[in-house]
Each structure stands twice: as structure tokens, then as C-alpha cells.
T-cell receptor, first 115, second 109 residues
């Protein structure tokens, strides 16, 4: 059972380069999220999506763009990478259930270094 | 800002119960308490969540005080593999989770 899969697992970029991180989930979840985690800190929400074709900003959205063209995929883009975006990026998905507040399920992360 | 307060670190002997406290004094009536853990370099792993009743699953138990201002996560028989950072989270603004710094639990043999 795959759950939430993130690709790539590691990447090194030069300042100014662009790239896209892919998150795929096979649980038919409506909600998806992108977080970043920096050393010694908890996760911070970048962007999220409550359904196919919809996205919204989280706590730290600057420098990132996202797209949710298909329900199972949530893409995170860096148009012009900066050293401050060196981080570990986690994707999560969540079932939409009105009454039970289902938990978020996380992938194993993408470790991104910007030189 | 996170709406929860947790101790920075705790130690527990292998085989003993680990009791991890969390204060959430500003929790509102419809906000759930979630516990996740993160083992080194891995993604956060969901453990348990609850609203006002105590909850138990195959991993842990969650005890929430009657006034809901605090809770305790209990790992009944801690093993070395339970060494991790444990996050107590109160959901804010719809579906967004706000992670604090968490508690580093060290299980020692």
C-alpha cells in the first residue's frame, strides 16, 4: 500500500533554477497539503488544496506555486530557487469526512538543497 | 503560532509506559487534539486523535482532561523504536495543522 508518495527524494539545485516536486496519493483523498520543515522546527504549511482544481495559501507561501490538476496529484513548484528554500518538504493528504476530522497522512519527504 | 505547549524532552525506560503531556488551554469546543510523531528523517506518523473522550488504538491511548485544557499521550510499553519527536496539535482554521516544536522522547534500555 503506497499511501502518499513524493518524488524526488533528494535534489540539489543552483540558485535561480526551477523545479517541481510531485506528490501522489492513492487513497482518493480530497485534501492535500505541502509543508516545509527546517532544522529544529516543526512543519510549516506552504499551500494546500481542498479538491481538484483548487489551491490556497498556507503560512509560508512566498516563492512557491502549486497545482492540483488531478485529484491524486499535488505539485509544488519553485520558479526561481533561493538558498532560503533549502529544506525538507513533506506532502500530506486527508480524507474529507464532515464529522470525524480525519488525520493527515504524510509522505517521506523531499530533501532539497539550494546552492 | 502553535496552540499547544509540550516539554522539550523526556526520557523513558524501555518496557515502561511513556506519558507525554500537552497543554492546550485555549482550545475551543469543536477543536480536536491530534498526536503525531516523527522518527528521524521520516515523515510525520499519525498516532491518535480525540475531541473530549479518552481514545485508545493499537499504538497508544489519549487521555483528555474534562475541561479539555490538557491531554496526555500514553505509550503503554515503550520500545527503542518509539524514540522520536512527538507533536501534540490542535487543528486550527479548518483543516490546517500547526506544528509546534514537539517533545523529544528518548527510550533507553
Amino acid at each position: 500500500n503506497a499511501g502518499v508518495t513524493q518524488t524526488p527524494k533528494f535534489r540539489v539545485l543552483k540558485t535561480g533554477q526551477s523545479m517541481t516536486l510531485l506528490c501522489a496519493q492513492d487513497m482518493n483523498h480530497e485534501y492535500m497539503y505541502w509543508y516545509r520543515q527546517d532544522p529544529g522546527m516543526g512543519l510549516r504549511l506552504i499551500h494546500y488544496s481542498v479538491g481538484e482544481g483548487t489551491t490556497a495559501k498556507g503560512e509560508v507561501p512566498d516563492g512557491y506555486n502549486v497545482s492540483r490538476l488531478k485529484k491524486q496529484n499535488f505539485l509544488l513548484g519553485l520558479e526561481s530557487a533561493a538558498p532560503s528554500q533549502t529544506s525538507v518538504y513533506f506532502c500530506a493528504s486527508q480524507d474529507r469526512t464532515q464529522y470525524s476530522n480525519q488525520p493527515q497522512h504524510f509522505g517521506d519527504g523531499t530533501r532539497l538543497s539550494i546552492l | 503560532d502553535a496552540k499547544t505547549t509540550q516539554p522539550t524532552s523526556m526520557d523513558c525506560a524501555e518496557g515502561r509506559a511513556a506519558n507525554l503531556p500537552c497543554n492546550h488551554s485555549t482550545i475551543s469546543g469543536n477543536e480536536y487534539v491530534y498526536w503525531y510523531r516523527q522518527i528521524h528523517s521520516q515523515g510525520p506518523q499519525y498516532i491518535i486523535h480525540g475531541l473530549k473522550n479518552n481514545e485508545t488504538n493499537e499504538m497508544a491511548s489519549l487521555i483528555i482532561t474534562e475541561d479539555r485544557k490538557s491531554s496526555t499521550l500514553i505509550l503503554p510499553h515503550a520500545t527503542l523504536r518509539d524514540t522520536a519527536v512527538y507533536y501534540c496539535i490542535v487543528r486550527v482554521e479548518g483543516n490546517k495543522l500547526v506544528f509546534g516544536a514537539g517533545t523529544i522522547l528518548r527510550v533507553k534500555s
